[in-house]
């Protein structure tokens, strides 16, 4: 990665250069769990839940089709997210494609806390990239694509995890220009953790649940973010045995609890038997880390309180191909 002070440098072809029509590339990328307990808007895992994108350059306007999840109620133009998040790829290296043809295969659930608009704009960058290398353009970065990603999301852990895998931790940068840089780093999950996502059929909005945050919080809770995080990197890397510790937090999840009773309640009755459980993101979504895999009891009570155990692998970045 660039070093924190230098933003990451993109290589432009030429303003005005466009795509040939009826190159194409495909894109993998999987969903993200973000803050992780302490590590509001700074940690991320990937989990093996996958959209698959397929694009096409095309003389004509652009089409979306779409399967799986947000079918038949996303848009299917230039509008889309994904097809937004392609174009700036192209157009951070100078080039533009006349129309593009999109397939869709979508398994993330959306507004579930599972990253799945992150994923969309990870997939759309991907796919810039693929096709930039397919016309000998040469491929974006990572930290390109983190940059990219961040400034469509306004914070990189979800994008960060879903472009470079396992778990990231991820920070930002003002720069004396205002430009914000996106900064990421993966980090080498200890190969005993196993994850599972559970998963209800409510929704959330991370834009109504993160207006439930205060502005200021109490300086002892800080501290105790603060170390839970540090330690969070230890648990995720080498010392597993401490994920319990390292997933405990008291600046967000308490304030977004009375909004989501049933997670706040799932989280609270899995940390009550000794499992490293928090809100997946924003949620509704719960995730619970760990070197045992779920019992039939917990699947059982997850179930009474409406959610559905998904045992997910810990996955690598967005793959193009």
């Known amino acids: 990665m660039p070093s924190a002070s230098a933003e990451p440098r993109v290589s432009t072809v030429g303003a005005g250069t466009r795509l040939p029509d009826g190159i194409s590339t495909q894109v ?15 940690l991320g895992v990937a989990l093996g839940i996958y959209d698959d994108l397929e694009v096409t350059a095309t003389p004509g306007p652009s089409l979306v089709e779409v399967s799986g999840e947000g079918a038949g109620s996303v848009p299917t133009d230039d509008t889309h997210l994904v097809v937004r998040a392609l174009r700036r790829g192209l157009s951070s290296a100078g080039v533009d494609a006349d129309g593009l043809h999109l397939r869709c295969r979508n398994s993330i659930p959306h ?28 491929r974006l970065s990572d930290e390109v694509l983190v940059q990219l990603a961040g400034e469509f999301e306004g914070h990189p852990d979800n994008a960060a995890a879903s472009v470079l895998g396992s778990a990231v931790v991820t920070w930002t940068v003002a720069g004396d220009d205002g430009v914000t840089a996106y900064r990421a780093r993966r980090l080498e999950l200890h190969p005993d953790i196993v994850a599972t996502a559970f998963v209800p059929d409510t929704e959330s909005s991370t834009s109504f649940t993160r207006a439930l945050l205060p502005d200021q919080v109490p300086r002892a809770d800080a501290v105790f ?51 490293a459980a928090t809100v997946s993101g924003a949620g509704p979504t719960v995730l619970l880390l760990g070197t045992e895999p779920v019992d039939a009891e917990l699947e059982g009570l997850a179930t009474d309180l409406g959610f559905v155990a998904h045992r997910v692998e ?5 793959q193009i191909s």
């Open 28 to 42: 993998r990328v999987p969903a993200s769990s973000a803050n992780l307990g302490p590590g509001f808007d700074c």
């Open 111 to 138: 507004s579930r806390g599972l990253g799945s608009s992150a994923a969309a704009v990870v997939s759309g960058l991907a796919a810039a990239s693929g096709l930039l290398d397919r016309a000998g353009h040469g």
């Open 225 to 275: 973010n603060l170390s839970r995080a540090a330690l969070a990197v230890v648990a995720l890397t080498s010392a597993p045995e401490t994920l319990f510790d390292a997933t405990a937090d008291t600046l967000h999840q308490g304030y977004r609890s009375a909004a989501m009773p049933e997670t706040a309640g799932l989280v609270e009755a899995l940390r009550h038997r000794g499992r």
């Open 314 to 318: 810990i996955a690598h970045g967005v």
